[in-house]
């Protein structure tokens, strides 16, 4: 299955139940995270590669690799923005190398899987609508409608 990264890492922190554990799981995804290289964007960021909603005023990338894959490049412009770095993280680990047609079957319900309810509603929605951003892109690149940026 296409998606087993994913899959496994849902797995670990559904084994999780305890805030504490999740949080540092979280802290830890968080730690990993890899801003855009400049060779891909700079700021000012474009706004087509804004996340509308995110709290953390992030961005996303996806560049098609010649084996047809996308790879996921994140900005997280607010410096708070912990939950966006380690969503971030997460999303590139388990979904960069994909074809854009799997990553784009991805559901927003993971936020909810890995966050829980230790999250404010507003916070949730942004992590969401990042979610959702990836997929949007992968839907456009494996429709064939342009190269994702």
Same mark, same amino acid.
């Given at each position: 299955?296409p ?12 084994e999780f139940?305890?805030p504490?554990d !999740?949080?540092d799981?979280?802290l830890?995804y968080?730690d990993?995270?890899?801003?855009? #290289? @400049? $060779?891909? &964007?700079?700021?000012p ?5 804004h ?5 953390s005023?992030?961005h996303?990338?996806?560049?098609k690799?010649?084996?047809?894959t996308l ?13 966006a !770095? ?8 388990t979904l960069?190398?994909?074809? #854009? @047609? $799997?990553? &784009? ?9 890995i ?9 949730g929605m942004g992590?969401?609508?990042m ?7 992968a ?5 064939g409608?342009?190269?994702p940026a």
């Amino acid at each position: 299955m296409p998606l087993d990264k994913l899959t496994d890492l849902l797995s670990t922190f559904d084994e999780f139940p305890d805030p504490a554990d !999740r949080t540092d799981m979280l802290l830890s995804y968080a730690d990993q995270f890899k801003e855009v #290289p @400049a $060779e891909v &964007a700079t700021r000012p960021f474009p706004e087509k590669n804004h996340i509308p909603q995110c709290e953390s005023d992030a961005h996303v990338w996806g560049l098609k690799q010649p084996d047809g894959t996308l790879k996921l490049h994140f900005a997280v412009e607010n410096p708070s923005g912990i939950s966006a !770095r380690a969503l971030a993280t997460i999303l590139d680990k388990t979904l960069s190398g994909l074809p #854009p @047609a $799997e990553i &784009a079957k991805v559901d927003c319900d993971i936020v909810e899987r890995i966050f829980r309810r230790n999250i404010s509603m507003g916070k949730g929605m942004g992590l969401m609508a990042m979610v959702d951003a990836v997929r949007m892109l992968a839907k456009r690149a494996s429709d064939g409608n342009g190269a994702p940026a």
